[in-house]
């Protein structure tokens, strides 16, 4: 008896339990009416098409820091805005590659808004 109890242990343990949490794919998401995009970065990285990204930088020079944000889709729509704005400039270099990351934008190509989500749920970058 005790040798088919661990038998069956072995079984278990060797039969690849997972047990997983809530995942997101999060590819890009561009909609110019509303002026927003967002994406994740690890979903978009991993996408199958060659098209999409997501990307977000921060530029110093002598004259000062300034950042920008940009996002093709899938389908090939591809949106950017520029900040100087400090507190952006913050939430833009707190990015990881497992970020989900999205932007707003005025009608002169300004950012109004970048945020930044971090969580166990968003897919990282394989």
């Not at 805005?81 to 270099?93: A, D």
Request: with cysteine; proline share 1%.
């Amino acid at each position: 008896m005790d040798l088919m109890r661990i038998i069956a242990l072995g079984v278990v343990l060797s039969s690849g339990l997972a047990v997983a949490g809530e995942k997101h794919d999060r590819f890009v998401y561009i909609d110019t009416q509303n002026r927003t995009a967002h994406a994740g970065m690890g979903s978009t990285r991993n996408s199958a098409d060659f098209v999409q990204y997501i990307v977000c930088q921060v530029i110093a020079n002598a004259s000062g820091i300034s950042g920008s944000c940009a996002a093709r889709a899938a389908a090939g729509t591809y949106v950017t805005c520029q900040t100087t704005n400090q507190y952006m400039l913050e939430v833009i270099k707190s990015i990881s590659d497992s970020s989900f990351v999205g932007f707003k934008w005025d009608e002169n190509g300004g950012c109004t808004e970048v945020f930044v989500n971090h969580g166990s749920s968003y897919v990282p970058k394989l």
